[in-house]
């Protein structure tokens, strides 16, 4: 499942930086996170970097993309060859 960024984002910037898939970024208001991108750092690190950062714990999962752990390696897998 990939992370979303909710309305309670307060722009503090931590969160771009830590993405190792670089699926952050600045959106208009808040920061944004594409989904095509996040692993929830599966390949990368045991827990999701941005949800570990993040000061107002403003980063869920977002149901509208159910992914299952061997869906997000796979995805990480492919990124990583691009």
């Known amino acids: 499942m990939a992370l979303k960024i909710t309305e309670e984002c307060i722009n503090c910037d931590v969160c771009e930086p830590v993405c190792p898939n670089e699926a952050i970024s600045a959106g ?3 920061y944004v996170i594409n989904p095509s991108l996040c692993t929830e750092c599966v390949g990368h690190f045991d827990v999701p970097q941005c949800v570990e950062i993040c000061p107002v714990d403003c980063i869920p999962k977002d149901l509208n993309y159910d992914e299952s752990e061997s869906t997000l ?3 990480f897998h492919r990124i990583a060859k691009q």
Do not use: G
């Open 73 to 75: 390696l796979a995805k």
């Open 28 to 30: 208009n208001d808040i």
